[in-house]
């Protein structure tokens, strides 16, 4: 049987008599979207128990519930069940640490294996009828820390809290060579590249991406960095690296030499958010995996890990 997501306030002391659908919408921010899901597609509203209307009136202390609908998922989702690494979970949202070998969807190259097929497994599993939510994207080849929302609801407060800047992901890169200052902030505008599908590159006609980084330890050769995104654009991370001449290792669509690393050494390692109905501060980490451990190893590199708290 599937389990029906429902969400409950009390309205605060100090407000008004109001209408159900101004609380709903100006107090507890439910699009006009989410509110007609409710009314079509077999939600309900309830007031201190009793079934009720957007046109309810309500008042200081009395119980709002909203019963949100089943979500219907694309035919292209077909469950996978296969082990997720679920660093967090509750009725709202999952933190995963997604694989390397991981796309976070299916793609018509890579119709299977896909974290959302994963996902959808999981919640098939736990009689859970929810759609996939990713809140952030993590490229394949890149690996680490990945949020996903198990409803509309949660998915539209988490997306407005990404866009103030209230979730926020740190990612370790191994680079060649070594970046000129230890720390710095990197402003290009990223744009596709016109003679590709998938790659794209710094152009005066992209849109803004700022990257800022540090480094965390160096070789002759290689650099150990930690990098924050205060924009989200495609590929950001590889493609400023790589025009200011330090292409990650293992990234060879962007010059990345290939021998130690068959993809890029980008690993999402830590992550902070809001949550979307507590609004507790949440922050998770995890380590680095194997294969960049096993680089870093190779480069003389993996002390400086230790030192790092890694």
């Given at each position: 049987m599937s389990?029906?997501?429902?969400l409950?306030w009390?309205v ?13 919408r100006?107090y507890?921010h ?10 079509f597609s077999?939600?309900?509203?309830l007031?201190n128990?009793?079934?009720v209307t957007v ?12 019963h949100l ?5 694309s035919?292209?989702l077909v469950?996978?069940?296969v ?8 009725e709202?949202?999952m933190?995963?640490?997604?694989s390397?070998e991981m796309l976070t969807?299916?793609s ?14 999981h ?8 759609t996939?939510h990713p809140?952030n994207?993590?490229d ?7 949020t996903?929302?198990?409803?509309r609801?949660?998915h539209e407060?988490m997306?407005?809290s ?8 740190q990612?370790v ?5 070594t970046?000129?200052r230890?720390?710095g ?7 596709r ?6 790659e794209?590159?710094?152009r005066?006609d992209?849109k803004q ?10 070789s ?14 495609t590929h950001?991370i590889?493609v400023?690296?790589s ?5 990650l290792l293992g990234?060879d669509?962007?010059g ?6 068959s993809r890029q ?9 809001v949550?979307?109905?507590t609004?507790e501060?949440m922050r998770f980490?995890?380590p680095?995996?194997?294969d960049m ?8 590199l993996h002390?400086?890990?230790?030192e790092r708290?890694?």
């Open positions: 389990k029906r997501i429902v409950t009390h605060e002391e100090g407000t008004g008599p109001m209408l159900l659908r101004v609380f709903l100006h507890k439910l699009s006009k979207r989410a509110l007609a899901a409710v009314k077999g939600g309900q509203l007031v128990g009793t079934v046109r309810a009136v309500v008042q200081a202390g009395d119980l709002v519930e909203v609908p089943p979500e219907e998922r035919e292209s469950p996978e069940h082990a997720l690494d679920v660093v967090y979970e509750d709202h949202l933190v995963v640490n997604k390397s969807i299916p018509r190259k890579h119709p299977t294996g896909s974290l959302a097929q994963a996902v959808i497994g919640y098939e599993k736990s009689g859970i009828h929810a996939f809140v994207r993590l394949r080849g890149t690996s680490g820390l990945l996903i929302a198990k409803h609801y949660a407060r997306q407005t990404q866009k103030s800047g209230n979730l926020k992901r990612y890169a191994v680079i060649q060579g970046l000129q230890a720390t902030r990197i402003e290009a505008p990223i744009g590249n016109p003679s590709s599908i998938i794209r590159q710094v005066d992209g991406a700022i990257t800022h980084y540090q480094t965390l330890a160096k002759a050769s290689h650099a150990l960095v930690e990098l924050t995104l205060e924009t989200g654009r950001q590889r400023h690296l025009w200011l001449g330090h292409p990234d669509l962007y990345g030499d290939v021998s130690l690393l050494a980008l690993h999402c390692h830590r992550l902070s958010l949550h979307p109905i609004k501060e980490q995890t680095l995996p194997g451990q096993h680089c870093l190893g190779e480069l003389g002390d400086s890990l230790k708290g890694f």
